[in-house]
């Protein structure tokens, strides 16, 4: 085994270990004088449980970095899922956000707004689309600071989180240079994208050539989503000639999360065949990346 790999081995293994007590470094919101369009609710709390989160009208980023011996420079911003009427937090934020950390990735857990929530006014297509877009503007914005490669910024998307990557990676627009905010000043284009029993709301019928490389990964027993569905999307991206890595396992159903509440043991350590694409991409490691997939 390469020393590479081994290293990576090693954090997965320290990764499902848990690591509980983690706290963001920060939240931030997305936009300092609140999120255009929630002018009217930007003041009521949020609501929260065990494992959700809802009432959001000021979206945010939680800030989750990996200690300074161990960071790769790439960064990943995280959209748990929920049905666009929760956000799954702990789960599909948090839990995830704690390792990537632990393989090196800084993490930025999305709160975005929820467009079928009861009493919602927001759309997918203009307000969660915004959150989404104004989230990976704000990492690429601030990744001097953050030690993160403003080339190797990926979204996760988990279920209904998927169809917010889906906003944001087929309508991604350059930044506006003039701006006087800068965060506006950058780019919103992922450089990669990982997606985990996502919803498809938002796909196009054709891939663009230019959409970024996936890590595609569901149940073929997926009660919320039918797998042709999925395998549809294997091949839009097949005949973009997108790379993509695909993984439909038997069973699983929906919303496993990270795997450790499942009883199944490919559900279980699920997570190492997204830690081993991240590393075979050069995602962790650039100069690792296969000629075919390198980044320039």
Same mark, same amino acid.
């Given at each position: ?9 090693f954090? %997965?293994l320290? !990764?499902?270990l /848990?690591?509980?007590? $983690? ?13 255009? /369009?929630?002018?009217?609710? *930007?003041?009521e ?10 009432? =959001? ?6 800030? &989750? +970095?990996?200690?300074k011996?161990?960071a ?7 959209c ?12 599909e934020?948090?839990?995830?956000a ?14 975005y ?8 006014? &927001?759309? =997918? ?13 704000? #990492?690429?914005s ?19 989180? /998927?169809? #917010?990557?889906a906003?944001? #990676? &087929? ?17 919103? @284009?992922p450089d ?9 709301? /938002?796909?196009?019928?054709? %891939?663009?050539?230019?959409a ?12 919320? $989503? ?6 549809? +999307?294997?091949?839009?991206?097949q ?8 993984? +439909? &396992?038997?069973?699983?159903r ?6 450790? *509440? ?10 190492? @065949?997204?830690?081993?694409?991240? +590393?075979?991409?050069?995602i ?5 990346a296969? !000629?075919? #997939?390198?980044?320039?």
């Open positions: 085994m390469n020393p590479a790999r081994a290293a990576l081995v954090a %997965v320290i !990764a499902r /848990g690591a509980s007590g $983690v706290e963001p470094l920060q939240v931030i919101p997305l936009w300092p004088n609140g999120a255009p /369009g929630s002018e009217a609710r *930007r003041n709390p949020e609501q929260a449980a065990d494992y959700w989160v809802r009432n =959001i009208h000021n979206p945010s980023v939680a800030v &989750y +970095l990996p200690p011996e161990k790769t420079g790439a960064a990943v911003v995280i748990p899922g929920g049905g666009h009427r929760l956000l799954v937090y702990i789960p934020g948090v839990e995830p704690r390792y990537l950390n632990n393989l090196g990735v800084a993490a930025f857990v999305l709160k707004r929820l467009a079928r929530e009861a009493g919602s006014s &927001y759309t =997918i297509e203009k307000d969660v689309r915004a959150d989404g877009q104004r989230a990976v503007r704000l #990492v690429r601030r990744a001097a600071k953050w030690n993160v490669d403003p080339r190797r910024i990926g979204i996760m998307g988990w279920s209904a989180g /998927g169809e #917010v990557v906003q944001v #990676v &087929y309508s991604p627009t350059d930044g506006n240079p003039h701006a006087d905010d800068p965060v506006e000043r950058v780019s919103c @284009r990669f994208q990982i997606l985990i029993y996502p919803g498809t709301f /938002g796909v196009p019928d054709v %891939v663009p050539a230019d970024p490389p996936v890590f595609f990964l569901a149940a073929n027993d997926d009660e919320a $989503v039918p797998n042709r569905t999925y395998s549809s +999307l294997l091949v839009k991206y005949t973009a000639g997108i790379p993509i890595e695909f993984h +439909l &396992y038997a069973h699983g929906h919303a496993f999360n990270m795997g450790n *509440r499942s009883k199944l043991v490919s559900i279980q350590t699920w997570p190492q @065949r997204m830690a081993d694409w991240l +590393l075979d991409s050069g962790l490691h650039p100069a690792s296969p !000629a075919a #997939v390198a980044k320039p």
